[in-house]
């Protein structure tokens, strides 16, 4: 079984910054790639950022600048660095994982249960 767990969100005022983490546990093998997705109320969810296991990254045009995608593959660990936050960036943000659990078995995508961010002043 593997396990994602996101941490770092809360209350900041426009204008500010938080970070993210998302630390993957469990029986695991390899792990590809890893994003980060947000949903606001009443809307879809939407990728945010994502990244590969060699660092390569791709960004939703609404972040690019002001967000960054890391990863840290010997923590399992990822992490999504967020500056200049404004209210619309307000959401619950989950982080993903492609995970293999062993030599020779299918990836299996993963996610962590979420934590909210909120931007108000």
């Known amino acids: 079984q593997v396990q994602l767990v996101e941490s770092g969100g809360g209350l900041v005022q426009p204008g500010g910054s938080l970070r993210l983490s998302c630390a993957a546990s469990?029986?695991?093998?390899?792990?590809?790639?890893m994003g980060w997705y947000r949903q606001a109320p009443g809307k879809q969810r939407e990728l945010v950022a994502s990244i590969t296991s060699g660092g390569s990254t791709k960004y939703a045009d609404s972040v690019k600048g002001r967000f960054t995608i890391s990863r840290d593959n010997a923590k399992k660990t990822a992490y999504l660095q967020m500056n200049s936050l404004s209210p619309e960036d307000a959401a619950v943000y989950y982080c993903?994982?492609?995970?293999?659990?062993?030599?020779?078995?299918?990836?299996?995508?993963?996610w962590g249960r979420g934590t909210q961010v909120t931007v108000s002043s």
């Open positions: 469990g029986t695991i093998f390899s792990i590809y790639d």
């Open positions: 993903n994982a492609d995970v293999t659990t062993g030599w020779g078995l299918r990836r299996h995508l993963y």
